[in-house]
């Protein structure tokens, strides 16, 4: 393989790609007064092959976002994620969490009170404690996951009260809304979440397109897939 050759095409193009983005996110938090260091780039690699995850590694990459667990599995088997964080960040099934706990770092998606037993015991039984996010529905709308807002409360009691490491907040803007404002909702509810869980100080926000309005709305983590590997061919 030439995929750590700086002439490798892929390779250069992917150089480009996240020198671009960080460009962004340096200008973005300086915009803000905010330290760039406080906002950590997870580059998002769902439907792209490992080698490209490589590629990445070898350009300094640490932390890689992807959705779905087997494909994520299957990636880490391959050793793609080798030094570096894998984040969970798609809708988890129930059935999956075990699998889910066994290799990630982090899992952005607790959204629902059934989840946080199975992801507790395969914690124990693991010994493998990954940061948990809580994902919050910002409209309600249970389609792309994520917990009502009035649900919030209760679910961060029910993961401390399993001893799960609650780590913060994730959410993706409703569709045909304001980013800004949906990352301003998300801002507040961390704020409450921090009151029940000091932990909790995660604010997973912000992708290709909107990483500025996340940044400004004090987004410790983005999630960026297209701008930096190309856009995905459409999978549903
Ligand atoms: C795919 C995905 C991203 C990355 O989106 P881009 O627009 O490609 O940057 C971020 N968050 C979640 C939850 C995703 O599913």
Redesign the pocket.
């Known amino acids: 393989m030439t995929q750590g050759d700086a002439g490798d095409p892929r390779t250069r193009l992917l150089a480009d790609n996240l020198a671009a983005t960080r460009d962004r996110i340096r200008r973005a938090a300086t915009a803000s007064g905010r330290d760039p260091e406080s906002v950590t780039l997870i580059v ?1 690699t ?1 439907t792209y092959p490992a080698d490209d995850v490589r590629r990445l590694v070898d350009l300094g990459v640490r932390e890689f ?1 992807e ?1 779905r667990v087997q494909e994520a599995a299957a990636k880490s088997d391959d050793g793609a994620f080798a030094g570096a964080c894998l984040h969970l ?2 809708q988890l099934q129930t059935n999956k969490a075990a699998q889910a706990v066994r290799y990630a770092d982090a899992i ?2 607790l959204d629902r009170a059934k989840l946080v037993a199975p992801l507790a015991r395969a914690s124990a039984a693991t010994d493998r404690h990954p940061a948990i996010l809580i994902q919050v529905s910002l409209d309600g709308d249970p389609a792309r996951g994520g917990a009502p807002v009035a649900d919030v409360p209760a679910l961060v009691e029910s993961a401390l009260a399993a001893g799960l490491a609650l780590r913060g907040v ?1 959410a ?1 803007p409703p569709r045909g809304t304001d980013p800004a404002r949906a990352f301003a909702d998300l801002a507040r509810i961390r704020e409450r979440v921090l009151t029940q869980a000091p932990a909790a100080t995660m604010m997973s926000a912000g ?3 909107d990483l500025e309005a996340a940044v400004a709305a004090g987004a410790t983590h983005l ?7 190309g856009s ?1 061919v459409r999978v549903g």
Request: glycine letters at 14%; hydrophobic letters at 50%.
């Open positions: 998002v769902k976002g959705n960040i798609g952005h998606t994730m993706v992708m290709s397109a999630r960026v897939g297209s701008a930096i590997l995905r």
